[in-house]
Structure formats: C-alpha cells, structure tokens
C-alpha cells in the first residue's frame, strides 16, 4: 500500500562541513538540521536540493562546494529545476504529494517545473526569513501530536466548506437560510496553511455568539455586526472583530485616531469622524471568505459552541502559531500581542492548552450537517470547561 506521507525536499545551506560528509550532515546550520528533523518525522522519504549538485540522497557523500542558486541567472535557475524533476521522475515519485522545505528562491524554481507536470506540493517556508524558518520547524518538530491534531482538523474544515452555500465571500453571505446558532471560521484568500496537505486557505479568526445560559443571540445577528451595514458603516463599539481590525488599519498607516475604541457609547460627531475608518474596516473583512457550523444546543458556558470556539483556537494557537502568518497579513500591524503571536484575529483563549476530544465533536456535528440533522442535545464532554481548567484534559503540552 503507498505511503500517505509526503516526500519532502530540503535545501541545502551555505554553512558546511570543511570536508566530504553525507548530504544530511554536510549542511550545519540550525534552518537545515530543523529541516532534516522534519523530513525524518514526516516525511515518507526525503532529499537534499543542491545548488551545485540538483537533487541528492541524504546519505549521499559530497564534497563541500561554494554554489549559491540565488546567485545563478534565471535560465540557470530554470534548468536546475528541469533536473530536480527528472530525476525524481527517475525515482517514480512525481505522483506523490511533496513539501519543499526552501526559501524564496529555490521554492519558486521548484514550483515552477512542478506546476507544469501538476506535481502536488506546499511550500510552507517561502515567504519567511531564516530565523523564522527555524523557528516555525523546531514547533512543530516539537509537537508531533500536535500536527496530527491540526491536519485533522483542516480536514473537518475542508468537508464544511465543500458543503453547499458554505465557504463563501463575507459580503455575500446571506441569513435567511442560516441556523439560529452555530460557530464561525474566516479565511483570508491571501493567507494560506503551511503544513496542510492540501495547501488551503488559513483560518484567521474562529467565533461563536450568545454563550451566556438563556443567551438569545442569533448566529446571524453576530456576523452581521461584524460586517457592518449595506453602504459599508459599522460599529466597532458593537464588535471585537471590528475594533482589533481598525486598529490594525491606523498601525499601518501611522494614523491617530484616540476615540477608536473609546467607551461603548458615542456622540454623533464622535461617529461620524470615526466613519472612515468604519468603510475601511468593512471593505477588509467584505474579501474574506467565511464558513460555519449549525450547533443548535442551548446556550452556555459549557455549550459545545463554546467548546469547539476555545478548543479550536488554542490548537491552533498554543505555543505558536504553526501556520505563521504571511509577512502581508494586516494583523501583523496589531498592537495586541496575542493577534501578532497566533495569526488569528482572536484574543481569548490564544496559547491556551486545548482538549483534542473537540475534533470527535466536532467532527459528528459536521456529520449532522452533512446528514441534515440538527439536534439540541449538546455531546460535549460533561463539566469540560472546569476539567480543561483544572487539567484533567487539555494536556497538550507543546514545548
């Protein structure tokens, strides 16, 4: 039976051995060793990409050389590539699913001879500095567990999304048809997963609504607050979502704006100066692209609206961000540490530890759906919350 695993390439590294070795122990720099720690817990077979010598088996010896392939011109660049692919070709592997673990340059020669043979591959440390790349493998590296729980969890997204009406632009989404209750998951369309197999968009933010008992908020109203109106106003004083992005926008563009944010109420003058602002902020979240799950069972803490809402972003989020957000992401101009840290625009519950039991929850809500079967019996763990707190579950603990 074939492997499920992905074949994963590693760039080689201007830091070397003074003599012959191995490929997997010629490179010494911390970015390399990190990579071959991946490659080794997860990939089904790995190979080194050299500048000077194309593509190469670990345990091949070679002798330490001076190449750099961002120094090489593009036709050079391109031919380097055409070889990478022929001789995994040679192996019988251009079927299989790869992750390239490069930077800019060797990730764009490779994807440009992949695409034209629609050879599967992510590139999850192209747009990321060095340091960063190191820092991204030695997480994940440390948490295996934790990746098994984060793919699994793209996989539930992936069937919500392909369901009918779901995954769709913000700006379309509609409730007349939409559950009184449920959780919701954006996606930036510029943002992408870096360790998922099927190279989807990244969740940015993950929320419900009404948790309090005897709540009667409805999905709906919370999402279109978050939206704003039809002629593109909005109320940041009525959504959190809508405060941290505008306070994104005035970062960016080292503007002042002191009574954003500033009292739960406002004059009208008070509004109007903050109205362009508001525009802005409608126009960001408009583009994004938004998924939900009916969860109809009564309101509470303990709801499992709330579980999968908290567990789902401590996953994604404790210790480190696995999917590191894009250097573009406009979150990164946050001035609230946890938005910065996880790539989520979420405050509550970042870096918490998680339950992994919400996936087997989660996973039966989706099968409801899917099914359409909606019940209010909540099937989340009895007590979780107070159990998460006192850590009789939730024990992921990362690094």
């Not at 695993?5 to 070397?16: A, D, E, F, Q, T």
């Not at 692919?85 to 764009?108: C, M, P, T």
């Not at 440390?125 to 493998?137: A, F, M, N, W, Y």
């Not at 960001?284 to 109809?296: F, G, N, Q």
Request: proline share 4%; net charge neutral; with cysteine.
């Amino acid at each position: 039976m074939e492997s499920t695993h992905p074949i994963v390439l590693v760039s080689c590294g201007n830091r070397k051995l003074d003599a012959p070795a191995p490929a997997k122990d010629l490179y010494v720099s911390k970015r390399f060793q990190e990579a071959r720690k991946f490659a080794e817990n997860y990939g089904d077979s790995w190979f080194v990409v050299s500048a000077k010598h194309g593509l190469t088996a670990p345990g091949e010896v070679l002798t330490p050389y001076d190449v750099d392939l961002r120094t090489l011109s593009s036709h050079d660049r391109h031919e380097w590539a055409v070889n990478v692919l022929s001789k995994l070709s040679e192996y019988g592997l251009l079927e299989r699913q790869f992750i390239v673990l490069a930077g800019e340059a060797y990730s764009n020669a490779i994807q440009g001879a992949f695409e034209k043979r629609h050879v599967l591959a992510t590139y999850p440390l192209r747009d990321l500095p060095e340091d960063k790349e190191v820092d991204i493998l030695a997480r994940v590296n440390g948490s295996p567990l934790r990746m098994i729980h984060y793919k699994r969890f793209y996989d539930l997204l992936l069937r919500l999304q392909n369901m009918s009406g779901q995954m769709i632009p913000f700006s379309k989404l509609g409730g007349k048809q939409m559950s009184k209750a449920g959780v919701y998951f954006f996606f930036d369309p510029h943002e992408y997963t870096r360790f998922y197999d099927h190279n989807g968009l990244r969740v940015v933010r993950i929320g419900t609504h009404g948790v309090s008992k005897g709540s009667k908020s409805l999905l709906w109203q919370r999402l279109r607050t978050h939206r704003g109106n039809d002629d593109g106003t909005g109320s940041h004083r009525s959504s959190i979502f809508r405060l941290h992005v505008g306070n994104a926008i005035l970062a960016s563009q080292d503007r002042q704006m002191p009574s954003w944010g500033l009292g739960d109420n406002a004059s009208k003058e008070t509004r109007d100066s903050e109205q362009q602002l508001e525009m802005e902020v409608s126009q960001y979240l408009k583009e994004l692209l938004v998924a939900y799950l009916p969860v109809v069972d009564a309101a509470s803490a303990d709801s499992d609206r709330s579980y999968i809402e908290r567990n789902a972003i401590a996953l994604l989020s404790g210790g480190g961000a696995i999917d590191v957000q894009s250097m573009q992401w406009l979150g990164n101009f946050s001035p609230t540490r946890q938005i910065k840290s996880s790539g989520l625009w979420n405050v509550n519950y970042v870096g918490e530890g998680y339950d992994a039991d919400f996936l087997a929850v989660f996973e039966a809500l989706i099968e409801c759906y899917e099914q359409g079967r909606l019940s209010d019996k909540s099937i989340a763990p009895p007590n979780w919350r107070s159990n998460l707190q006192r850590g009789a579950v939730g024990q992921q603990e990362l690094f």
